[in-house]
């Protein structure tokens, strides 16, 4: 698969942009291999990790852990990607797996976790989510990182479900997404995979 790059500023116009321009090179596609911790004595299987986020143009959103966070749309239950601004908060400690390429909550079952095209990240449809490496001027930037279809760069907003005390958080550029559902982020970023408690 060819390395893609990806401009920030081409997915959002007219706004003074920290995120950098980088080469997104897809790491291992379709197995756990990239992920933290990867345990080769049990198949395709990695130990827990979590997803923090990283370089965002509002830096205080910065090495806080994405989780699913639970909420309603036009009076359907949904669940979305968020990033919870209180950081002592329980949400915070959510852990993730991989396991034979799918990523799945940690410690019960679950659907394995998507990225929908629907604006909606953290939902049994869409895309498989996969580990990618940034490379700038040639150099790998050492960490792995989160996305979907060789996209890596996020959009942040306040939530607007009456929690705002979330940023939901959605992949940008994804093809086929929805017009109705790709709301305008207030700030980007990217999304980080780490081992728990280690950012």
Known sequence: MRPTTVSASLLLLGTALAVPEVQVVPRFPGTCTGYPSINLGSGDRALPFQIIADQADNPTANLLTLYPHDTTLN?????????????????????????????????????DIRI????????????????????????????NYWGAQN???????????????HYMVRLMG?????????????????????????P
Request: include cysteine; charged fraction near 20%.
């Open 151 to 165: 996209r890596t760069t996020w959009g942040f907003k306040v939530a607007d479900d009456g929690a705002p005390e």
């Open 116 to 143: 929908s095209t629907a604006g909606l990240p953290w939902s049994g449809e869409g895309y498989t989510a996969g580990i990618y490496r940034h490379v700038i001027d040639g150099v790998d930037q050492g960490h």
């Open 75 to 111: 009076g359907a239950p949904i669940t979305y990607l968020a990033v919870n601004r209180c950081t002592e908060c329980a949400a915070a400690n959510t852990i993730l797996q991989c396991e034979n390429g799918l990523v799945t909550s940690w410690g019960y079952e679950s659907p």
């Open 174 to 198: 994804l093809e086929g997404e929805p017009t109705e559902a790709a709301w305008e982020p207030e700030f980007l970023g990217f999304v980080r995979v780490i081992q728990p408690h280690t």
